[in-house]
């Protein structure tokens, strides 16, 4: 079982849909982070949180450490959204190193 | 630089050779970060730096990688006689100070033929 896992791993909408992406952890964390990468590799940082709810534009983030669960959401979806968003957990015991989910294609049709 | 800096791109190498992948993180960053990304998975950690020191080097899969970072500023990951299960690509991040947001880097896509 991984440590990290994500659902689905697949994900279409059409455009305006309001997305949620869930991430469960088994692991004890220190914080969780989410992740966009878009075809060709590039990581980009969207969240570090380690409680509660962060909201970026359109972006929306929340945890439940007690459920070890985590949710990003992405209000009035675009095809640029179109991305694969990566759940990853900072597991804080004596180490500062990321554990990774496999991500969620997301595409948004227009 | 404005952004973690990975060298080269892309990387062509033949079975056995020994590669070398370099990582310029965002100045004044004293955390620094490398993992690897196989096809269709998430990345995996393979070593981090605090500073010069390799703070955890848990990830690194066999005695085959290496990587250091002198300075506290370029790190350099080194590969021995590569084999065909390396090709991936090799991610490279750096935060300010660790447990703060991590900044990545374009990756560099290993090929082993």
New interface residues.
């Given amino acids: 079982k991984n440590e990290v896992e994500q659902s689905p791993q697949n994900l279409t909408a059409q455009e305006g849909e309001f997305i949620t992406i869930n991430c469960s952890y088994s692991v004890g964390i220190s914080a969780l982070h989410w992740l966009q990468q878009h075809p060709g590799g590039g990581i980009v940082s969207l969240f570090m949180l380690s409680s509660g709810k962060k909201k970026h534009g359109r972006l929306i983030a929340t945890i439940n450490i007690q459920e070890k669960h985590s949710s990003l959401h992405i209000t009035a979806s675009h095809p640029r959204d179109s991305a694969v968003y990566i759940c990853a957990v900072r597991w804080g015991y004596n180490t500062d190193k990321l554990i990774f989910g496999t991500g969620t294609r997301l595409q948004v049709f227009p | 630089g404005a952004g973690v800096s990975q060298t080269p791109s892309n990387k062509v190498t033949e079975k056995g050779k020994y590669v070398e992948l370099r990582c310029d993180p965002i100045s004044g960053h004293t955390?620094l970060?490398w993992?690897r990304?196989s096809l269709?998975?998430?990345?995996?950690?393979l070593i981090?730096f605090?500073g010069t020191g390799a703070?955890?080097d848990?990830?690194l899969p066999n005695d085959r990688f290496f990587a250091v970072r002198p300075e506290g500023s370029v790190s350099t990951l080194k590969i021995q006689r590569t084999e065909r299960g390396d090709s991936a690509?090799y991610?490279c991040?750096s935060s300010l100070v660790?447990?703060?947001?991590?900044?990545?880097g374009?990756?560099t896509?290993l090929t082993v033929v």
């Fill in positions: 955390a970060y993992y990304q269709g998975q998430g990345p995996e950690f981090y605090q703070a955890d848990s990830g690509v991610l991040a660790p447990e703060t947001e991590a900044f990545f374009q990756g896509r």
